[in-house]
Protein backbone atom coordinates (compact mmCIF):
# COMPACT_ATOMS: atom_id res chain seq x y z
CA UNK A 1 0.00 0.00 0.00
CA UNK A 2 1.58 3.01 -1.07
CA UNK A 3 0.26 6.86 -1.17
CA UNK A 4 2.29 9.16 -2.96
CA UNK A 5 2.48 11.85 -5.90
CA UNK A 6 2.16 10.88 -9.68
CA UNK A 7 5.55 12.30 -10.85
CA UNK A 8 4.75 12.19 -14.73
CA UNK A 9 1.71 11.92 -16.68
CA UNK A 10 0.83 8.13 -17.45
CA UNK A 11 2.11 6.12 -20.10
CA UNK A 12 -1.06 4.34 -21.53
CA UNK A 13 0.01 1.40 -24.08
CA UNK A 14 -3.29 -0.61 -26.03
CA UNK A 15 -2.51 -4.05 -27.19
CA UNK A 16 -4.67 -6.67 -28.61
CA UNK A 17 -9.23 -6.70 -28.48
CA UNK A 18 -8.36 -3.09 -26.49
CA UNK A 19 -6.73 -4.07 -23.62
CA UNK A 20 -4.62 -0.87 -22.10
CA UNK A 21 -1.39 -1.22 -19.91
CA UNK A 22 -0.72 2.44 -18.21
CA UNK A 23 2.61 3.17 -15.82
CA UNK A 24 3.58 6.07 -13.73
CA UNK A 25 5.55 6.79 -11.01
CA UNK A 26 4.72 7.74 -7.77
CA UNK A 27 6.52 9.73 -4.97
CA UNK A 28 6.67 8.76 -1.53
CA UNK A 29 8.21 11.24 1.03
CA UNK A 30 9.60 10.19 4.39
CA UNK A 31 9.54 13.57 6.03
CA UNK A 32 12.60 15.35 7.77
CA UNK A 33 12.89 15.11 11.47
CA UNK A 34 15.84 16.67 14.43
CA UNK A 35 17.28 14.15 16.56
CA UNK A 36 17.03 14.67 20.28
CA UNK A 37 21.08 16.08 20.18
CA UNK A 38 19.81 18.67 17.31
CA UNK A 39 20.78 16.63 14.31
CA UNK A 40 18.35 17.11 11.31
CA UNK A 41 17.31 14.46 9.29
CA UNK A 42 16.28 14.96 5.51
CA UNK A 43 13.19 14.58 3.89
CA UNK A 44 13.74 11.08 1.94
CA UNK A 45 11.84 10.29 -1.41
CA UNK A 46 12.12 7.08 -3.06
CA UNK A 47 10.47 6.91 -6.52
CA UNK A 48 7.88 3.39 -7.65
CA UNK A 49 7.23 2.02 -10.51
CA UNK A 50 3.57 1.46 -10.63
CA UNK A 51 1.48 -0.23 -13.16
CA UNK A 52 -2.14 -0.76 -13.97
CA UNK A 53 -4.10 -3.08 -16.66
CA UNK A 54 -7.82 -2.96 -18.63
CA UNK A 55 -10.17 -1.07 -17.10
CA UNK A 56 -8.54 0.84 -13.96
CA UNK A 57 -5.31 1.71 -17.22
CA UNK A 58 -8.39 3.50 -19.03
CA UNK A 59 -8.98 5.22 -15.68
CA UNK A 60 -5.33 6.38 -14.85
CA UNK A 61 -5.79 7.36 -18.93
CA UNK A 62 -8.17 9.88 -18.23
CA UNK A 63 -8.24 10.62 -14.46
CA UNK A 64 -4.64 10.61 -13.00
CA UNK A 65 -1.83 13.73 -14.20
CA UNK A 66 0.65 14.84 -12.71
CA UNK A 67 1.08 15.89 -9.33
CA UNK A 68 -1.90 14.37 -8.16
CA UNK A 69 -2.25 12.50 -4.91
CA UNK A 70 -2.83 8.31 -4.95
CA UNK A 71 -3.57 5.45 -3.00
CA UNK A 72 -2.59 2.05 -4.60
CA UNK A 73 -2.51 -1.71 -2.98
CA UNK A 74 -0.85 -4.35 -5.19
CA UNK A 75 1.92 -6.65 -5.46
CA UNK A 76 5.39 -6.65 -6.04
CA UNK A 77 6.54 -7.97 -9.41
CA UNK A 78 10.11 -8.21 -10.30
CA UNK A 79 11.26 -8.33 -14.02
CA UNK A 80 14.78 -8.16 -15.56
CA UNK A 81 15.38 -7.66 -19.42
CA UNK A 82 18.44 -7.11 -21.38
CA UNK A 83 19.29 -3.34 -22.69
CA UNK A 84 20.44 -2.02 -26.15
CA UNK A 85 24.12 -2.78 -24.59
CA UNK A 86 23.46 -6.55 -23.61
CA UNK A 87 23.33 -5.56 -19.88
CA UNK A 88 20.75 -8.03 -17.41
CA UNK A 89 18.66 -5.11 -15.66
CA UNK A 90 16.04 -5.43 -13.15
CA UNK A 91 13.12 -3.89 -12.13
CA UNK A 92 11.05 -3.94 -9.51
CA UNK A 93 7.36 -3.05 -10.00
CA UNK A 94 3.73 -2.59 -8.28
CA UNK A 95 0.67 -3.98 -9.80
CA UNK A 96 -1.74 -2.37 -9.10
CA UNK A 97 -5.16 -4.20 -7.74
CA UNK A 98 -6.92 -1.02 -6.19
CA UNK A 99 -6.00 2.34 -6.39
CA UNK A 100 -8.25 5.66 -5.14
CA UNK A 101 -7.68 9.19 -6.24
CA UNK A 102 -6.90 11.18 -3.24
CA UNK A 103 -6.32 14.44 -5.31
CA UNK A 104 -9.27 17.64 -5.17
CA UNK A 105 -11.07 17.35 -8.26
CA UNK A 106 -10.70 21.05 -10.05
CA UNK A 107 -13.48 23.46 -9.42
CA UNK A 108 -13.99 23.81 -13.25
CA UNK A 109 -13.52 20.13 -14.45
CA UNK A 110 -16.73 18.83 -16.74
CA UNK A 111 -16.32 15.19 -15.93
CA UNK A 112 -17.49 13.56 -13.21
CA UNK A 113 -14.62 11.35 -11.24
CA UNK A 114 -14.31 8.41 -9.78
CA UNK A 115 -15.67 9.21 -6.06
CA UNK A 116 -14.81 5.23 -4.76
CA UNK A 117 -11.84 2.68 -4.81
CA UNK A 118 -11.21 0.97 -7.84
CA UNK A 119 -10.45 -2.12 -8.06
CA UNK A 120 -9.36 -3.97 -11.05
CA UNK A 121 -11.16 -7.74 -9.49
CA UNK A 122 -11.89 -9.87 -12.43
CA UNK A 123 -15.40 -10.65 -12.09
CA UNK A 124 -15.31 -14.23 -11.80
CA UNK A 125 -13.43 -13.60 -8.52
CA UNK A 126 -16.26 -11.90 -6.60
CA UNK A 127 -15.52 -8.19 -7.99
CA UNK A 128 -16.88 -6.07 -10.41
CA UNK A 129 -15.52 -3.60 -12.62
CA UNK A 130 -16.52 -0.17 -11.97
CA UNK A 131 -17.23 0.64 -15.94
Request: hydrophobic share 30%.
Amino acid sequence: MLIGNVGQEPEVRYYEADQAVAQIRLATTERGYTLQNGTQVPDRTDWHNVVFYRGMAKVVERYVHKGDKLYVDGRLRYRAYDDQRGQRKYVTEIVVENMELLSAKPANASEASPSEPISDQQPNQGGTLPF
